[in-house]
């Protein structure tokens, strides 16, 4: 029986990675590095999970030198509070998001976040689309500060089910990347995949099933808690 949902966040609940995306840019720009991800750089970069692991990949494969960890670290920090100011004006919630929270909420099925970001970016989606999240309703969010190990490692998933208290068996995981996935089904999670404008060519195979979006399943019905549960490997 299924007992509680665990959403990604990026890309899952929002197309925030083209927000992430803007934000890179400007940080970059102002600090006169002279660096530009376009769409299609950006789309690559994102098969690396973590905003300052992206960027240390990015310097490393363009033989970028002289570059900190330090320098990293304050670079990501520059951007995640750009990415916060941007993100009002140009996010919602994918269809059928809210939907299936209210869902879960009437039916008392426990909600949870396990995501690679921060969990102050989780906090600004919360607040960029008016609450309609209701992140106070969810019992666990673990994200990128909380524990050491990225996506695709399952850590992030562990930790959350940790604090749900409850077997991989008891709950669901909803992702958009393979990255999400792999982490999802490496704690023994079924998992549902929608991807997102950056993922759709990702291979999503490992997943139990695959939507579109999570308002329209392949049959014109939304993603609903009762077909979550009937979900099997």
């Known amino acids: 029986?299924?007992?509680?949902?665990?959403?990604?966040?990026?890309?899952?609940?929002?197309?925030?990675?083209?927000?992430?995306?803007?934000?890179?840019?400007?940080?970059?720009?102002q600090s006169g590095l002279g660096w530009y991800w376009s769409p299609e750089l950006y789309r690559e970069l994102l098969k690396v999970t973590g905003g300052k692991e992206r960027i240390r990949h990015f310097t490393r494969s363009e033989g970028i030198t002289g570059i900190s960890d330090?320098?990293?670290a304050s670079l990501h920090r520059l951007k995640t509070t750009r990415y916060a100011e941007l993100l009002p004006q140009s996010v919602e919630l994918r269809p059928g998001v809210e939907r299936l929270i209210d869902e879960c909420l009437s039916r008392s099925i426990r909600l949870a976040i396990a995501t690679t970001?921060?969990?102050?970016?989780?906090?600004?989606l919360d607040q960029a689309v008016g609450g309609a999240l209701k992140l106070s309703q969810f019992e666990a969010i673990v994200g990128?500060?909380?524990v050491p190990e990225k996506k695709p490692s399952p850590q992030v998933y562990e930790v959350a089910l940790a604090k749900l208290g409850l077997k991989?068996?008891?709950?669901?995981?909803?992702?958009?990347?393979r990255a999400g996935v792999l982490a999802a089904r490496g704690a023994g999670l079924r998992c549902l995949a929608s991807p997102s404008?950056?993922?759709?060519?990702?291979?999503?195979?490992?997943?139990?099933?695959?939507?579109?979006?999570?308002?329209?399943?392949?049959?014109?019905?939304?993603?609903?808690?009762?077909?979550?549960?009937l979900l099997s490997d």
């Open 1 to 29: 029986m299924l007992k509680a949902v665990i959403f990604d966040v990026d890309g899952t609940l929002a197309e925030t990675e083209e927000v992430h995306r803007e934000a890179f840019n400007v940080v970059f720009e």
């Open 144 to 146: 990128g500060v909380t």
């Open 168 to 177: 991989p068996e008891e709950a669901i995981a909803i992702e958009d990347a």
């Open 70 to 72: 330090e320098d990293i």
């Open 197 to 229: 404008f950056y993922t759709v060519e990702h291979d999503l195979s490992q997943a139990t099933a695959i939507v579109d979006r999570l308002s329209d399943r392949g049959d014109g019905k939304p993603v609903t808690v009762d077909y979550l549960d």
């Open 117 to 124: 970001t921060t969990e102050v970016n989780v906090e600004a």
